[in-house]
């Protein structure tokens, strides 16, 4: 299975399910290497999700924690140790812990991934340190990747400048209405024209109450059903056991991207689902 290299098209006249690999598939590699995006590209997943912040000579490194204590051999904060010292580490494998024995993967720089991921499949950049975010933006336009890579944050509804940041950059909102509030968060978001938003919602009632407003805004809706952060309990773990149950009824209810820790799955059920269709 291989994704399609070409640019993936976020309008709701597409019909096509975003599979989003969460951190790169770390069942078979060290979450955030350059390994796991290659598994994320061979199980078909069209966007791979990774997590940034730099380190104290400034450059910006793949890593999710604060510390390298859970997934390197290193140990301490992140932002208080130099590059040359992180390129001396090594990667846990898996989802690091001290029960993953340590691989030969080194922490891949912000740079090195994206070049890597060129051409292959689009990068979803999570800036673990929101103050990072406007200097993040104009290190992808340093490199000059904006082609591949979404920024995202969270959307502030008492801020005027959330889509101020940056008009060159593919830019994301991260939205969790409080109950009732969905709708009018969304409208809220209209003057910025979000392509997709990263939604955590209270309920799937919800979701199909929203129809409507984001078919009016053209907004995709990106959903994660990750065991750590599943929505209203429709989890990876549920999805896997019966995905039209899961991850069918999210489709239903409007969701076109999902961010899983079983990309290769969500991606096979999408094809077969299709071909169904088809027949």
């Known amino acids: 299975m ?12 597409n019909s096509k399910i975003m599979v989003i690999s969460h951190r790169g598939v770390w069942e078979k590699a060290p979450e955030n290497s350059l390994l796991a995006v290659d598994h994320a590209i061979q199980a078909g997943a069209d966007i791979v ?10 450059e910006f490194v793949v890593i999710h924690d604060e510390t390298l204590d859970r997934t390197t051999n290193g140990t301490g904060l992140v932002s208080e140790t130099s590059l040359e010292q992180i390129k001396t580490l090594r990667l846990r494998l ?22 890597h991921a060129k051409g292959k499949i689009m990068v979803n950049i999570d800036t673990k340190k929101p103050e990072e ?6 290190e992808v336009e340093r490199l ?66 929203a129809k409507q407003q984001l078919e009016k805004m053209d907004c995709r809706i990106w959903i994660n059903t990750l065991d750590l952060v599943p929505p209203f309990d429709f989890s990876d773990s549920k999805a896997v ?33 299709s071909a169904n269709q088809q027949q």
């Open 94 to 115: 898996r989802d690091g812990r001290e029960e993953n024995a340590v691989s030969g993967h080194s922490l891949p720089l912000l740079s090195e991934l994206l070049e």
């Open 49 to 58: 999700e990774i997590d940034t912040q730099k380190c104290s000579t400034g």
């Open 144 to 209: 000059n990747m904006q082609d591949i890579a979404i920024v995202k944050s969270d959307f502030n509804t008492t801020s005027a400048t959330w889509d101020s940041l940056n008009n060159s950059i593919k830019h994301m909102p991260m939205l969790t209405p409080k109950k009732g509030q969905l709708i009018t968060n969304l409208k809220a978001l209209e003057t910025a024209k979000p392509f997709m938003i990263e939604l955590i919602p209270q309920n799937i009632e919800e979701l199909w109450e």
């Open 241 to 273: 056991i019966n995905p039209e149950n899961i991850w069918g009824t999210l489709i239903n209810a409007g969701v076109g991207a999902i961010q899983t820790d079983f990309p290769k799955q969500l991606a096979i059920w999408l094809e077969s689902k």
């Open 133 to 138: 975010l406007p200097e993040l933006i104009k």
């Open 2 to 13: 291989t994704p399609n290299s070409a640019p993936l098209d976020f309008s709701l006249r």
